[in-house]
T-cell receptor, first 114, second 113 residues
Framework: ETGVTQTPRHLVMGMTNKKSLKCEQH?????MYWYKQSAKKPLELMFV???????ENNSVPSRFSPECPNSSHLFLHLHTLQPEDSALYLC?????????????FGPGTRLTVL | TQLLEQSPQFLSIQEGENLTVYCNSS?????LQWYRQEPGEGPVLLVT?????EVKKLKRLTFQFGDARKDSSLHITAAQPGDTGLYLC?????????????FGDGTTLTVKP
């Protein structure tokens, strides 16, 4: 039990669809992250939220839109995606502050864009 | 240019063998984490090392942080099939951390019974 849940676990969508990924953490953390994990590529940090404020956006295309309504919930809104966006999308949380940044990950959403 | 390089990229061994995987960088990190990821799941934190030269043990796993805090190694003794997975190292730069972890590209370990 990692304390970080993600839904849905699997998602298949067409390029014209709009969908949202949801992440929830029950660990009392105040930093949350979205990562993209593709085959044969390192984990790519997409967005970081610290106390609900977005502090990092790693040049992510605007077809990915994050939302953090509170420290426990994180969403990733998807629209007009491309087939190359197919990947495992991981959410993580951590306690902000200090130099450890020990992250707790959810199980991920396996996204396939047709 | 990958900030953190892991080697080997793939490793397939028999149960009972020992192995070492490496995580190298030219940058100094204030801390470094090791994670293990199993298929269909997210990475799970194994350990954090903070002090140069630090050695930490977790059952059959031994983690070492380089003296200069630029590199780390993970040694597994008497590997078991349950050790199979993707091993990721992540370095934290600076003293204020959120979003500052950089992940290596991972070592995929397969332990055959």
């Amino acid at each position: 039990e990692t304390g970080v849940t993600q839904t849905p676990r699997h998602l298949v969508m067409g390029m014209t669809n709009k969908k949202s990924l949801k992440c929830e953490q029950h660990l009392g953390h105040n930093a949350m992250y979205w990562y993209k994990q593709s085959a044969k590529k390192p984990l790519e940090l997409m967005f970081v939220y610290n106390f609900k404020e977005q502090t990092e956006n790693n040049s992510v295309p605007s077809r990915f839109s994050p939302e953090c309504p509170n420290s426990s919930h994180l969403f990733l809104h998807l629209h007009t995606l491309q087939p190359e966006d197919s990947a495992l999308y991981l959410c993580a949380s951590s306690r902000a502050g200090g130099n450890r940044n020990e992250q707790f990950f959810g199980p991920g959403t396996r996204l396939t864009v047709l | 240019t990958q900030l953190l390089e892991q080697s080997p990229q793939f490793l397939s061994i028999q149960e009972g063998e020992n192995l070492t995987v490496y995580c190298n960088s030219s940058s100094v990190f204030s801390s470094l984490q090791w994670y293990r990821q199993e298929p269909g799941e997210g990475p799970v934190l194994l350990v954090t090392v903070v002090t140069g030269g630090e050695v930490k043990k977790l059952k059959r796993l031994t983690f070492q942080f380089g003296d200069a805090r630029k590199d780390s190694s993970l040694h597994i003794t008497a590997a078991q099939p349950g050790d199979t997975g993707l091993y990721l190292c992540a370095g934290v730069r600076g003293e204020t951390n959120a979003g500052k972890s950089t992940f290596g590209d991972g070592t995929t370990l397969t332990v055959k019974p």
